[in-house]
């Protein structure tokens, strides 16, 4: 699940007012509406779940919305609705590789926990996710023509995939 801060939790960042431990106080620090809540678990030290749970209980976070829209499958029968899936499963293992293989060229080693988080992601949107967080340290550690070239490839492999191409 991908989180963002709330207003509450914005003005939590300054007040600290709730007390949070150092972990929850942590992942409402870094939270930006793209990370998902395993990579946050995954990279930050000493956090759980719980401080996940804790900051929702407090409203100091909430669910992201969905980064893109779900087909309604409304008045299409089992078959369609099962090969638009297999379809979608392909075009995401598809998708999936170019986005490991631009980790892998531009981060290297750097990229290892990015290349993990592909391989759980289960749907496109956590892949697209990936992939905007992926182009933002391809920019930040090897500059604006690496971030380009990225950009160009995922781009180009995600107008190949759509549907009806």
Known sequence: MIWTRTPAGQAELKTHAAGLRAAAQNVLMVLDGMKTEEMLLANLV?????????????????PAAPAAA?????????????TRASAATRVD?????????????????????????????T???????????????IQE?????AAE???GRLGAQSRNSA???
């Open 93 to 121: 293992g598809q998708f999936a590789a170019v986005l490991a293989n631009v980790v892998t060229t531009h981060l290297g080693l750097a990229g290892f926990r990015l290349l993990a988080a592909c391989e759980k992601a």
């Open 141 to 145: 550690r090897k500059g604006s023509t």
């Open 46 to 62: 000493g956090v759980t779940r719980d401080d996940f749970r804790t900051l929702a209980h407090l409203g100091l976070i909430a």
């Open 70 to 82: 779900v087909a309604s499958t409304v008045g299409g029968n089992a078959q369609t609705a099962s």
């Open 163 to 165: 549907p009806g191409s």
């Open 149 to 151: 070239d990225a950009r």
């Open 123 to 137: 749907t496109t949107a956590e892949l697209h996710d990936l992939a905007r967080i992926a182009i933002g340290l």
